[in-house]
T-cell receptor
């Protein structure tokens, strides 16, 4: 079965420093990977996705993610963190289902706290 | 576009009562998903529809839960009777599935309904 793991419950970063939120995956076949962000009392918002092609994927709000097949990882990164980036981040993988529906399996989430 | 609209935003009810959560997907989207979020279990997929037809309801926890999609612009999730352990945030999400093409469209989430069952 497809799955993703987010090994860190929380990541703390000082504003202006680079940030990394980790995600590893386990899939059969080619992975379709996603990152979403959730702000308080809001739904999840799509940040970026990896389907195929370049291993470095750029997304919204200056975020990017690096797909690493040998390490089965898809870490989310940003060169310079902002206090407003503080939120809950979810990694997700598309499940393999008959019919090719976009059924996503989410990780447990990582809370990012950016300190001024 | 107003995005996915869910109502109510908050629902407080007593154990045993019927609860109905509502969702209006983004116009033109043909796939709709219901998720539940709790601290203990994270995000769980309950059921999803394509072209108003339920595709997979294996995530629905019990027979007390039911979902319908009578048309392309409306879906409901009903819990009858409700129990305290149903307390969670329930999210609806929609996306566009193109027949015959790899489906990598992102999900668009509503802001959720926070359900508290006392």
């Amino acid at each position: 079965a497809q799955s993703v793991a987010q090994p860190e419950d929380q990541v703390n970063v000082a504003e202006g420093n680079p940030l990394t939120v980790k995600c590893t995956y386990s899939v059969s076949g080619n992975p379709y990977l996603f990152w979403y962000v959730q702000y308080p009392n809001r739904g999840l918002q799509f940040l970026l996705k990896y389907i195929t092609g370049d291993n470095l994927v750029k997304g919204s709000y200056g975020f990017e993610a690096e797909f690493n097949k040998s390490q089965t990882s898809f870490h989310l990164k940003k060169p310079s963190a902002l206090v407003s980036d503080s939120a809950l981040y979810f990694c997700a993988v598309r499940d393999i289902v008959e019919g090719g529906y976009n059924k996503l399996i989410f990780g447990a989430g990582t809370r990012l706290a950016v300190h001024p | 576009d107003a995005g996915v609209i869910q109502s109510p935003r908050h629902e407080v009810t007593e154990m045993g009562q019927e609860v109905t959560l509502r969702c209006k997907p983004i116009s033109g989207h043909n796939s709709l998903f219901w998720y539940r979020q709790t601290m203990m279990r994270g995000l769980e997929l309950l059921i999803y529809f394509n072209n108003n037809v339920p595709i997979d309801d294996s995530g629905m926890p019990e027979d007390r839960f039911s979902a319908k999609m009578p048309n392309a612009s409306f879906s409901t999730l009903k819990i009858q009777p409700s129990e305290p352990r149903d307390s969670a945030v329930y999210f609806c999400a929609s996306s566009l599935r193109i027949q015959g093409a790899p489906n990598n469209s992102p999900l668009h989430f509503g802001n959720g309904t926070r359900l508290t069952v006392t």
